[in-house]
């Protein structure tokens, strides 16, 4: 039965992969766990007690070595982008640029522009009572990009008779918390094989959102000088609150565990407090250094701008399903994620992102974990960590590098709790 358990998660993980369209996305929950962020990010099978909402609330129903766990705190934090690395930032940082610099730097950015991912989670307090879990957690997500023609401009100045437009700048973000009541239920439970089924209801509080509606911008020269005109648009509000619904369903032989969660299938925040728009529009026609000596400025740049109250408006976080099987001893453990989304957000993308992690424990009270993980919006990324484990507390670190070892990216995670 152990073959064939292993060959139905080898089966699930391709098929899975080509079957479903859609998009990946790089969830914001779980980024604090540092045993996941170590493992990079293969854990959907491995999590118990209370970290089992942020993967799969039916991990809550499988058999652990303990029945209560308290997550006193955990943090999360990772920063990426799409261009460049350290060793580039170090060796153009304050140095004369050349023209072949100048080439290399633009020929580093992708056509969609310069990419920053910014991500953060702080979880605190957290309590699962055997398959009953109650967790509270604050994040910030955001994904702003600039357009490549713009730093095209500022590298190389406008070019006679050629139009610019910067229509490709845009970015999105948000800040929230979320309060969740998580139960497994066993089906079969038994020595030889588990079966639990489980889910979570999620308040979620917006503390703020921002996103770019619209950046239309062109420019443009020739003989009679420069042609500029654009339109920006920011929608932001600063409070709601809505729910979100994670299910899922475990199962467990001997030392194997295989999981499938879909976290966020239904969701939303209204934003309904100080929802404003900001809109800003400017245009210049035939601009050139003799006209703005002789004239007033503002007779050649006209511009607007205004903040406009807007109607409350909803946003929903991106459903992703999660699937992994794992095999845990007392000295190794390994385990394999597929994660897949459905929408297009801050810190998602349309590709789907696979995860191998490894834990060892020469030292019983010293795991040494080590990962990676490839695909989504921040490709190829290592990972690794350690822990001290008392049994009755530990503490875990980890670090990721996104983008791989080039340094484009970097993640810690840190977290200390307590099992009875």
Request: net charge neutral; hydrophobic share 40%.
């Amino acid at each position: 039965m152990t073959k064939t358990f292993l060959k139905l998660a080898l089966a699930a993980v391709f098929g899975l992969s080509s079957s479903l369209p859609g998009k990946l996305v790089y969830g914001q929950s779980g980024i604090s766990n540092a045993r996941s962020v170590a493992m990079g990010g293969a854990y959907t099978a491995l999590a118990r007690g209370v970290e089992s909402p942020s993967w799969n609330p039916a991990n809550l129903a499988l058999s652990g070595e303990n029945k209560y766990h308290f997550n006193l705190v955990s943090l999360g934090l990772g920063l990426n982008n799409n261009s460049f690395n350290k060793s580039q930032y170090d060796l153009y940082n304050g140095k004369y640029l050349t023209s072949e610099d100048k080439r290399s730097i633009l020929a580093n950015m992708p056509a969609e522009g310069l990419r920053f991912d910014l991500g953060t989670e702080v979880q605190a307090l957290g309590l699962a009572f055997g398959p009953l879990a109650l967790n509270a957690s604050g994040f910030t997500v955001s994904d702003w990009t600039l357009s490549k023609e713009i730093v095209d401009l500022v590298l190389n100045g406008n070019e006679f008779n050629r139009v610019y437009n910067i229509g490709d700048t845009g970015g999105e973000g948000w800040a929230a918390s979320s309060f969740g009541v998580s139960l497994g239920l066993a089906i079969i439970k038994n020595a030889d094989f588990e079966f639990a089924v489980g889910g979570s209801v999620k308040y979620l509080r917006g503390f703020a959102y921002a996103k770019v509606k619209e950046a239309t911008t062109t420019m443009s020269s020739n003989f009679d000088g420069i042609q500029t005109q654009g339109r920006i648009v920011i929608d932001r509000a600063f409070g709601g609150s809505g729910f979100a619904i994670d299910a899922g369903v475990a199962a467990r032989k001997g030392n194997w565990s295989l999981s499938l969660g879909l976290s966020n299938f239904s969701n939303y925040i209204t934003w309904n407090q100080e929802t404003k728009s900001f809109i800003y529009e400017f245009s210049a026609d035939s601009v050139s250094v003799e006209r703005i000596a002789d004239s007033d400025i503002d007779s050649i740049f006209i511009d607007s701008a205004e903040t406009v109250a807007i109607e409350p408006f909803t946003t929903k976080l991106p459903a992703e399903l999660r699937f992994g099987f794992a095999r845990a001893t007392k000295r190794f453990t390994f385990g394999v994620d597929f994660r897949k989304a459905f929408k297009q957000a801050p810190g998602v993308s349309t590709k789907p992102r696979f995860a191998l992690g490894t834990e060892f424990r020469l030292i019983h009270f010293l795991p040494l974990r080590s990962g990676v993980s490839f695909g989504g919006k921040q490709g190829f990324t290592p990972s690794a960590g350690f822990a001290f484990d008392f049994s009755l507390f530990s503490w875990d670190f980890a670090v990721a590098s996104p983008g791989g070892f080039s340094g484009k990216g970097l993640a810690f995670a840190y977290n200390w709790m307590f099992r009875f």
